[in-house]
């Protein structure tokens, strides 16, 4: 069967749409590991890595968002996985300009924070919410691949952070 141009369009669009709501809705039944309340407080992120090591991203979906609403110019919804090979890590970033919301779905994850004396752990089904406030770096000290499945609202004019 084949779809003319804008039915294509549509059907992308639906289904990145529907991946995102559908990761967001696994929130409900899942856990967020958070800093444990004792342990929240300044953490020095002096040492955290400025690049990435051992990992591999591949988007599953996009959606630029400014040709569905307007005055979300710039935006995409985007759906992707995080592969982290043993010893691998995403550098420190902010999500200060990109919401995201993180399920794991595979191994083991440890996120380090400027605001948790600890290293948080995120196992399987764990969600991580990345607002605006929120800056880390995360990485796989286990022997076995880890997988972060993210969906996020990138800004396009955006080019110059580490980890994007």
């Known amino acids: 069967m084949t779809y003319s141009k804008r039915a294509q369009n549509y059907l992308t669009s639906t289904m990145a749409v529907t991946a995102a709501i559908g990761l967001l809705s696994l929130s409900a039944n899942t856990t967020a590991a958070e800093c444990p309340a004792a342990e929240r407080g300044p953490h020095s992120m002096r040492d955290a ?37 043993p010893g691998g890590y995403v550098p420190l970033h902010s999500h200060d300009d990109r919401p995201a919301i993180a399920i794991v779905t595979q191994g083991e994850l440890i996120e380090h924070t400027p605001n948790c004396k600890v290293p948080i752990v995120h196992h399987v089904g764990d969600i991580i919410r990345e ?23 990138p800004d396009n004019r955006i080019t110059d952070s580490p980890f994007k």
């Open 49 to 85: 890595p400025t690049t990435g090591k051992d990992i591999k991203v591949d988007v599953l979906a996009q959606l630029d968002l400014g040709k569905e609403a307007p005055h979300l110019q710039n935006r995409d919804l985007r759906l992707r996985t995080i592969t982290f090979q």
């Open 131 to 153: 607002n605006k406030g929120v800056s880390h770096w995360v990485e796989n000290t286990g022997t076995t691949s880890a997988v972060l499945t993210v969906s996020d609202i």
